[in-house]
Nanobody
């Protein structure tokens, strides 16, 4: 059974930092692109960042460019999201996602076959 488990969320003041982790189990994701999405209350889920299987290609939504960094460690089946200079508008549930044996990145939810349960990130003013 495929499982993605996120951790690292929490409450932080504006300007602070958090590092999210997503550990994949049940299969290897070394040849799959992975991504982070988020969903704030009352809003649709939105793309945050994605990384190719090798880590050589990344993509970010405009609102997080220069503040967030996505990375991965294939030996540990883990993808990370380093979030700096956090803003109240970053408050959301953050979800990890993985493509099924597809190495290049995508920024649409339907392109990802596997999803974690989410981790809450709350940024206070």
């Amino acid at each position: 059974q495929v499982q993605l488990v996120e951790s690292g969320g929490g409450l932080v003041q504006a300007g602070g930092s958090l590092r999210l982790s997503c550990v994949a189990s049940g299969r290897t994701f070394g040849n799959s692109a992975m991504a982070w999405f988020r969903q704030a209350p009352g809003l649709e889920r939105e793309f945050v960042a994605a990384i190719s299987w090798s880590g050589s290609s990344t993509d970010y939504t405009d609102s997080v460019k220069g503040r967030f960094t996505i990375s991965r460690d294939n030996a540990k089946n883990t993808v990370y999201l380093q979030m700096n200079s956090l803003k109240p508008e970053d408050t959301a549930v953050y979800y990890c996602a993985a493509r099924r044996d597809i190495s290049w990145i995508g920024n649409r939810g339907y392109e990802y076959a596997y999803w974690g349960q989410g981790t809450q990130v709350t940024v206070s003013p």
